[in-house]
T-cell receptor
Framework: KNEVEQSPQNLTAQEGEFITINCSYSVGISALHWLQQHPGGGIVSLFM???GKKKHGRLIATINIQEKHSSLHITASHPRDSAVYICAVKMDSSYKLIFGSGTRLLVRP | NAGVTQTPKFQVLKTGQSMTLQCAQD?????MSWYRQDPGMGLRLIHY???????DQGEVPNGYNVSRSTTEDFPLRLLSAAPSQTSVYFC?????????????FGSGTRLTVV
């Protein structure tokens, strides 16, 4: 079993829909990262969370440390949101990141 | 612009050739790392460094060497390229120490070994 599991693996939405991507992990962490990767592109850090909730524009990230679960929400989705979204956790007492396998999002106009 | 710079962006190698992927950062980050990204798999850690002169192996180190002679640079060397090393390679850096810090990723190097 992977230490970081994301769901769904693939997601297709219509423009304007509310989108949720989930991430569950099985190890003790000091922080959780949400990353975005456009096709053929580099990796951009969206959020770093250690508790609670963060919001940036139409993106919202939440984390429940007790349940070892995080969600990334996109409100009023747009075709430019089409990308792979990756969850990564930083373990306690380590600098290393453990990555989920990513969620491929396609937003149709 | 501040950030992580990777070169080259694309490279084709023949089996058995050697090459070095360059990674440089100008943010004075102590922690630097190399990952490979393969279809259907999460990024996997190859090697990492927590400071100049200190390196350690990650999850998939075989066939790769690293060195960290300065804080800024963390090159990844392929000793004798194999088709299994065809992948996209990312370098990332972060501050070290107490607290949690974000990671900055380079734009990636797409390597094909034929």
């Amino acid at each position: 079993k992977n230490e970081v599991e994301q769901s769904p693996q693939n997601l297709t939405a219509q423009e304007g829909e509310f989108i949720t991507i989930n991430c569950s992990y099985s190890v003790g962490i000091s922080a959780l990262h949400w990353l975005q990767q456009h096709p053929g592109g580099g990796i951009v850090s969206l959020f770093m969370l250690s508790s609670g909730k963060k919001k940036h524009g139409r993106l919202i990230a939440t984390i429940n440390i007790q349940e070892k679960h995080s969600s990334l929400h996109i409100t009023a989705s747009h075709p430019r949101d089409s990308a792979v979204y990756i969850c990564a956790v930083k373990m306690d007492s380590s600098y290393k990141l453990i990555f989920g396998s990513g969620t491929r999002l396609l937003v149709r106009p | 612009n501040a950030g992580v710079t990777q070169t080259p962006k694309f490279q084709v190698l023949k089996t058995g050739q050697s090459m070095t992927l360059q990674c440089a950062q100008d943010m004075n980050h102590e922690y630097m790392s190399w990952y490979r990204q393969d279809p259907g798999m999460g990024l996997r850690l190859i090697h990492y460094s927590v400071g100049a002169g200190i390196t350690d192996q990650g999850e998939v180190p075989n066939g790769y060497n690293v060195s960290r002679s300065t804080t800024e640079d963390f090159p990844l060397r392929l000793l004798s390229a194999a088709p299994s090393q065809t992948s996209v390679y990312f370098c990332a850096s972060s501050y070290r120490g107490q607290g949690t810090y974000g990671y900055t990723f380079g734009s990636g190097t797409r390597l094909t070994v034929v």
